[in-house]
């Protein structure tokens, strides 16, 4: 097997590695949100709507800083991205990797290096999307949540639907700066690929173990869980409002 050869057998299996644990990873969110971290932190928001929303001149401005916070979080990272997008275009225009060849080990052609970079950039440009549906969400979120429902209309059951509403909005913002998040750990793996396909497939085993360690907790679900059922909260419907 020569070299270049190896592209096609490791980078393909780096690439499975990811993909079956992040299937694995959303079986778990929508079959036990609360064993895993975007489950509980979704139940969290939940609670932290209806508490804001029950009083909202009072909580209004507290509401608002805090999804000003979620905002700005979103933009630095669509900020950052539009940045190494423009330093990965800036070296797919260049001729430095072709002096410094003794580097790689896999496929050193120019289409090689082309497809690199160009699976970069299109990662990177993901993770700047879905960053920005973030920021819409958040931005939405931040005048739902202090109009004074309570004026409008009497009924719990409107006051309930109001405050699902604000919540699944403010959710929807989270998820998305979570995939726009993982969007911009993908690219990771994608780097080093630049450098051969054994860097590659490292990476992945290694972005893979230290998300695991992220993305699963196991001491602090049992008491949200406990505690969003007495609030008659929903657990297994928390995924599926997450991306229309």
């Not at 000003?68 to 539009?82: K, P």
């Not at 990797?97 to 290096?113: A, H, M, N, P």
Request: hydrophobic share 50%; proline share 4%.
């Amino acid at each position: 097997m020569e070299k270049h050869d190896l592209d096609y057998l490791i980078v393909p299996t780096g690439l499975t590695v990811m993909l079956a644990y992040h299937m694995w990873h959303l079986y778990r969110i929508v079959q036990h949100p609360n064993k895993t971290a975007i489950g509980i932190n979704a139940i969290n928001r939940r609670l932290w709507v209806q508490a804001m929303m029950e009083d909202s001149p009072k909580n209004g401005v507290l509401a608002v800083q805090t999804l000003r916070n979620n905002i700005m979080a979103s933009t630095l990272l669509a900020s950052t991205v539009i940045m190494l997008s423009s330093l990965i275009a800036l070296l797919m225009s260049s001729s430095s990797w072709e002096k410094s060849l003794y580097l790689v080990f896999g496929d050193r052609t120019e289409l090689g290096f082309s497809i690199k970079f160009f699976s970069i950039l299109v990662c990177l440009l993901f993770a700047f999307l879905l960053n920005l549906q973030s920021v819409k969400y958040y931005s939405h979120a931040s005048i739902l949540i202090n109009v004074p429902f309570k004026k409008v209309s009497s009924s719990p059951h409107y006051h309930h639907l109001a405050a699902e509403h604000v919540a699944r909005t403010v959710n929807r913002g989270s998820y998305f700066w979570s995939l726009g998040l993982r969007a911009f750990y993908f690219s990771f793996p994608l780097f080093f690929w630049l450098f051969g396909p054994i860097p590659m497939l490292l990476s992945c085993f290694v972005l893979v173990f230290m998300l695991y360690f992220l993305d699963v907790t196991l001491e602090f679900g049992s008491a949200v869980a406990y505690f969003a059922e007495g609030k008659d909260i929903c657990l297994h419907n928390i995924p599926c409002e997450s991306i229309s």
